[in-house]
Nanobody, 127 residues
Framework: QLQLVESGGGSVQAGNSLRLSCAHS?????????MAWFRQAPGKEREGVAA???????QYADNVKGRFTISKDNSENILYLQMNDLTPEDTAMYYC????????????????????WGQGTQVTVSS
C-alpha cells in the first residue's frame, strides 16, 4: 500500500520561504511515479499546485509559477515543494498525492486523478 507522509509546514511571514517534503513508500512496483502537491484553504476547494511525472516533467498552477518548484529525489523516495516569496494567499493545508497509473500529462492534473494522499501539512503565511 502506497503511503505518503508530508512534513515541513509552518508559519512564516510574507516574502519568506518554506520547503515541504513528502516521504513515500510501500508501492511494490517501484518508486518512480507521477506525484503532485495540492492545497486547500478553509472554505475553498482543493486546488492543484504542482505536479511531476515519472520522467521529471513538471506542471504548475499559474499562481505559483516562478515561485514554487517541485522536485523528486528517487534515491530517498522524497517529493519536495520549494516555496519562495510566500504570500498570505498561499495559506492552506498542503497535501502530497501520488498515482502510479497516471500517464504523462500536458497540464496540471486534477485531484480526482490521484488515488493516494498524505495527511497534509499546514502552511500559514502572515502579512
Amino acid at each position: 500500500q502506497l503511503q505518503l507522509v508530508e512534513s515541513g509546514g509552518g508559519s512564516v511571514q510574507a516574502g519568506n520561504s518554506l520547503r515541504l517534503s513528502c516521504a513515500h513508500s510501500g508501492y511494490r512496483y517501484g518508486n518512480n511515479y507521477p506525484m503532485a502537491w495540492f492545497r486547500q484553504a478553509p472554505g475553498k476547494e482543493r486546488e492543484g499546485v504542482a505536479a511531476i511525472d515519472a520522467y521529471g516533467d513538471t506542471q504548475y498552477a499559474d499562481n505559483v509559477k516562478g515561485r514554487f518548484t517541485i522536485s523528486k529525489d528517487n534515491s530517498e523516495n522524497i517529493l519536495y515543494l520549494q516555496m519562495n516569496d510566500l504570500t498570505p494567499e498561499d495559506t492552506a493545508m498542503y497535501y502530497c498525492a501520488a498515482e502510479p497509473n497516471l500517464n504523462r500529462f500536458a497540464s496540471l492534473p486534477r485531484a480526482v486523478h490521484f488515488g493516494y494522499w498524505g495527511q497534509g501539512t499546514q502552511v500559514t503565511v502572515s502579512s
